[in-house]
C-alpha cells in the first residue's frame, strides 16, 4: 500500500485545531474528506504536531496510505481540488517508505510566533499575528529567553490538559528578535508539551513590558509550578513552520 508524505499549509483561523473532534471542523478532517473525495478511500492522515485551534501552519507534514499507486502530483493536485474553499492547501506530495511516520519520524519541529507592537489595530495581519500595544524591549526578551533553552522540566510552560508522559524536554533554540513594528520568537525541539510555545511567548513578554525581569524567567522554570507561567500568548500568533526528518 504506498504511503505519501505530505506537506501542508493552513490558516487555523476557520479550524477547532489539527486534530479530529467530534464538534467541529477539523485540518485533519478536512484533508481526509478530501481524500476520500478523490479516491473514494476512507484513511487516517497522520500529522507531525497537533496545532491548537486558530494555530497556522506554513510547513506541517502528514503521512497517508493509499490503495492505488497514484502519481504524487495528482495526489497534491487531486487533494486541493477537493479542499477548496478551506484555507488549506497541500504544497507538496511524495512518496515515501512505509517506515515514515510523519509524527515519529521526526527530529525536530520549528515554531514562529508573531507579535506586532504597535498601538494602531491589525488589519491585514488580524488573526495571524498578536497585537500588543504596549512597548516592549526584545532584547530583554532573548535575553530572558536564554534560561529556556536546554534540557529542562518545563512544567511551568505545560498546559494542564497536556498529556506527554514527562514535563522533561530539550529545547534547542529561543530567538527573540526585532524588525520594525514586528516581534518575532523563534522556538526549535524535538517535540513540544502542549501549549510550551504559547506559554514561554507569554511569559517573554511580561519580561518584554518590564513586569519580569529576566532572571524571573529562569526562577519561573526552576519553580516547575504551573502558576508561575505569565499569561498564555493566544494562538493567532503562532506557527507551524517545518519538521525536519
Avoid at 517535540?191 to 507569554?202: A, E, I, K, P
Wanted: charge should be positive; proline fraction near 5%; charged fraction near 20%.
Amino acid at each position: 500500500m504506498p504511503r505519501y508524505r505530505l506537506t501542508i499549509e493552513y490558516h487555523g483561523g476557520p479550524f477547532v485545531g489539527w486534530q479530529r473532534q467530534a464538534q467541529g471542523r477539523s485540518v485533519q478532517g478536512r484533508l481526509e474528506a478530501a481524500i476520500a473525495g478523490f479516491s473514494g478511500e476512507t484513511v487516517t492522515v497522520g500529522g507531525a504536531g497537533r496545532t491548537d485551534a486558530g494555530v497556522h501552519a506554513l510547513g506541517q507534514v502528514a503521512h497517508v496510505d493509499l490503495a492505488k499507486d497514484w502519481a504524487p502530483d495528482r495526489v497534491r493536485d487531486a487533494i486541493n481540488a477537493h479542499l477548496r474553499p478551506d484555507p488549506i492547501a497541500v504544497v507538496a506530495a511524495q512518496a515515501v517508505p512505509d517506515t515514515f511516520d510523519a509524527r515519529f519520524s521526526a527530529t525536530a519541529r520549528h515554531y514562529l510566533y508573531r507579535i506586532v507592537n504597535r498601538r494602531a489595530p491589525l488589519t491585514v495581519d488580524r488573526g495571524l499575528a498578536w497585537q500588543v500595544g504596549m512597548a516592549l524591549d526584545a532584547d530583554a526578551m532573548h535575553a530572558a529567553a536564554q534560561a529556556l533553552v536546554g534540557h529542562h522540566d518545563f512544567t511551568t510552560f505545560r498546559s494542564a490538559q497536556c498529556q506527554s508522559a514527562s514535563p522533561v524536554k530539550t529545547l534547542d533554540r529561543l530567538t527573540v528578535r526585532r524588525a520594525l513594528a514586528e516581534i518575532t520568537v523563534e522556538a526549535s525541539a524535538r517535540s513540544f508539551l502542549h501549549n510550551q510555545v504559547r506559554s514561554m511567548v507569554g511569559s517573554l513578554v511580561q519580561v518584554g513590558q518590564g513586569k519580569w525581569r529576566p532572571r524571573d524567567m529562569a526562577a519561573a522554570l526552576e519553580a516547575a509550578d504551573r502558576t508561575r507561567c505569565g499569561p498564555v500568548a493566544p494562538p493567532d500568533g503562532l506557527y507551524l513552520v517545518r519538521v525536519d526528518y
